[in-house]
């Protein structure tokens, strides 16, 4: 847990939201409005108009803008050819964020199958597991850096669709984990969960540094492993969104704690906002990564409150010190003085602020997640729970994310299965999950998704990849071309001995004898 003890908010200016709901709907549909005429006409900034719509439907629960981007041009953007040579593949990225947003809100195949559509254009500039065996990579006209400073550079993605530009920056790579995570959420195919984890190592190994996400970095051979140090608040509220998105799929706690360094470090870093608090640089990014974070009850309880009083800083900000009184035109800086003229970019950024101040309510006691038949969230992690939290049945008796996963399956196998003679009811405290690294978090992930699925094969002759003993091994499933991931009989063995070892620190009348695993995984010293 994060003690958020860089944090200083002695200095915050009003991070209390006391306006009525109705009012921060209405301010927040006003501002929409400006951009969504604007949009019809101009290019510039459409992207993020679209996919406001869709948040602004999410937070209130409602279809306001469903026929509007049923009628927009957001298939024309994805499926067009305006993405030419030396295009940044994010703006791609970003169309297809906003199409998996409208999934979410309108349950509608097509907004579903663009935003693949979006995914599958990008995947290729993102370096995959058969990349950094080759050494090359189809897009590009280079010779591929596949390792630096002794980690692979699987899950970077370039910046461009240029054959010769060879950089790999924090905000593409973050862009693709987000769309990958949504995507996991989403489908039950255990290709984007990859995808979405194989960029996490990537981000977490080589451009994150004091928890920050730095601009990015190259991988030519011929200029390997020049890193750009800057830390880069974009790319950072990008990461903290998808990390949001996995814990709540998974609820890992290692998920959760990465989470949590990489929110209070994007808070504390006064090199972003003002002495009073607001945010002068990444507003947009960074405050849609808090309230996915906030909405979806990601973190403490403490780094909550921070982050509750973070975006009410930026709310108030934005409704007193951005805009004239009724215009609805907004300025790119929060801390004043407001602009009649219209910018998209500074209106977008704007209404940012103005939907995560629809998640917070001070006039109430508590924010209460919205339930599941409310809120689109709520279906999706129910679908995607049995995906993430499947087991493997026989020989190994059972793999789990995290310890919590692990009593559900055995209550559920309590309840199939009795024992002979009546037990002790088992405890309702949950279990504290494993203490294990990122590699290891996303080695277990991939590994209940892959059971799920059933997208495994067997290797042969397994030889470590580049990343160390933490890292997993790699295999190529032919059937569909895409890289795939399995466990070796090694790692198998491993994960059931700490299984092992956790079901003998638990008290006895929380598991029962039939659920003991094979001897050779050192079972035969738990108690009866």
């Known amino acids: 847990m994060v003690a958020a003890s860089n944090i200083v908010t002695s200095s915050w200016r009003d991070p209390d939201v006391t306006l009525p709901s109705t009012q921060r709907i209405h301010l927040a549909s006003s501002a929409l409005e400006q951009s969504v005429l604007i949009a019809q006409t101009a290019e510039a900034g459409r992207s993020s108009v679209f996919h406001a719509m869709a948040e602004f439907d999410i937070a209130t629960r409602q279809t306001t803008y469903k026929n509007a981007l049923s009628q927009?041009?957001?298939?024309?953007?994805?499926?067009?050819?305006?993405?030419?040579?030396?295009?940044?593949?994010?703006?791609?990225?970003?169309?297809?964020?906003?199409?998996?947003?409208?999934?979410?809100?309108?349950?509608?195949?097509?907004?579903?199958?663009?935003?693949?559509?979006?995914?599958?254009?990008?995947?290729?500039?993102?370096?995959?597991?058969?990349?950094?065996?080759?050494?090359?990579?189809?897009?590009?006209?280079?010779?591929?850096?596949?390792?630096?400073?002794?980690?692979?550079?699987?899950?970077?993605?370039?910046?461009?669709?240029?054959?010769?530009?060879?950089?790999?920056?924090?905000?593409?790579?973050?862009?693709?984990?987000?769309?990958?995570?949504?995507?996991?959420?989403?489908?039950?195919?255990?290709?984007?969960?990859?995808?979405?984890?194989?960029?996490?190592?990537?981000?977490?190994?080589?451009?994150?540094?004091?928890?920050?996400?730095?601009?990015?970095?190259?991988?030519?051979?011929?200029?390997?492993?020049?890193?750009?140090?800057?830390?880069?608040?974009?790319?950072?509220?990008?990461?903290?969104?998808?990390?949001a998105v996995l814990y709540s799929m998974a609820n890992n706690a290692t998920i959760q704690s990465l989470l949590e360094n990489v929110t209070e470090a994007a808070i504390s870093n006064d090199e972003w906002h003002s002495s009073e608090g607001i945010l002068t640089q990444g507003g947009s990014n960074l405050v849609v990564g808090f309230t996915e974070a906030f909405s979806r009850n990601a973190t403490s309880a403490e780094l909550r409150t921070y982050m509750h009083d973070f975006m009410g800083v930026q709310f108030n900000a934005v409704v007193d010190l951005a805009t004239f009184n009724e215009t609805n035109v907004y300025a790119g800086d929060w801390t004043g003085p407001p602009s009649a003229q219209f910018l998209q970019s500074n209106q977008t950024s704007a209404i940012s602020a103005l939907l995560g101040g629809i998640f917070i309510d001070d006039s109430l006691p508590s924010f209460t997640v919205p339930d599941a038949a409310a809120s689109p969230y709520g279906k999706q992690r129910g679908t995607r729970a049995g995906v993430i939290a499947g087991s493997v049945v026989g020989s190994i008796v059972v793999l789990a994310i995290t310890g919590s996963a692990i009593l559900f399956t055995l209550r559920r196998r309590a309840r199939i299965h009795p024992p002979t003679s009546p037990g002790p009811q088992i405890s309702s405290s949950p279990v504290q999950p494993f203490p294990i690294s990122i590699p290891q978090a996303a080695m277990l992930l991939r590994s209940q998704s892959i059971a799920k699925t059933g997208a495994i094969s067997p290797i042969e002759n397994p030889s470590q990849s580049p990343g160390g003993d933490n890292t997993l091994d790699v295999a190529v499933e032919p059937s569909n071309g895409v890289p795939g991931e399995t466990l070796t009989p090694l790692q198998i063995t491993e994960l059931v001995r700490m299984l092992s070892e956790r079901l003998s620190r638990m008290p006895a009348q929380e598991w029962h004898q039939t659920e003991l695993p094979p001897p050779e995984y050192g079972a035969s010293d738990t108690q009866a």
């Open 72 to 243: 927009s041009s957001i298939a024309a953007d994805i499926r067009g050819t305006s993405f030419v040579q030396n295009t940044q593949l994010t703006d791609m990225m970003d169309f297809g964020l906003a199409a998996i947003r409208a999934y979410a809100v309108y349950n509608d195949q097509t907004y579903l199958d663009l935003a693949i559509e979006a995914w599958q254009y990008v995947s290729p500039y993102t370096i995959s597991a058969v990349n950094t065996v080759s050494a090359s990579i189809v897009v590009k006209n280079f010779s591929l850096e596949t390792t630096c400073q002794g980690e692979s550079m699987l899950g970077g993605t370039f910046d461009t669709n240029n054959a010769g530009d060879p950089s790999i920056t924090g905000i593409a790579s973050t862009s693709f984990f987000v769309l990958s995570a949504f995507l996991a959420e989403t489908n039950s195919s255990s290709v984007y969960l990859n995808a979405a984890l194989d960029s996490l190592h990537f981000i977490t190994s080589h451009i994150l540094s004091g928890s920050l996400v730095q601009t990015g970095m190259t991988a030519s051979h011929d200029n390997p492993c020049v890193l750009n140090s800057t830390a880069d608040a974009s790319s950072t509220g990008l990461l903290i969104r998808g990390l």
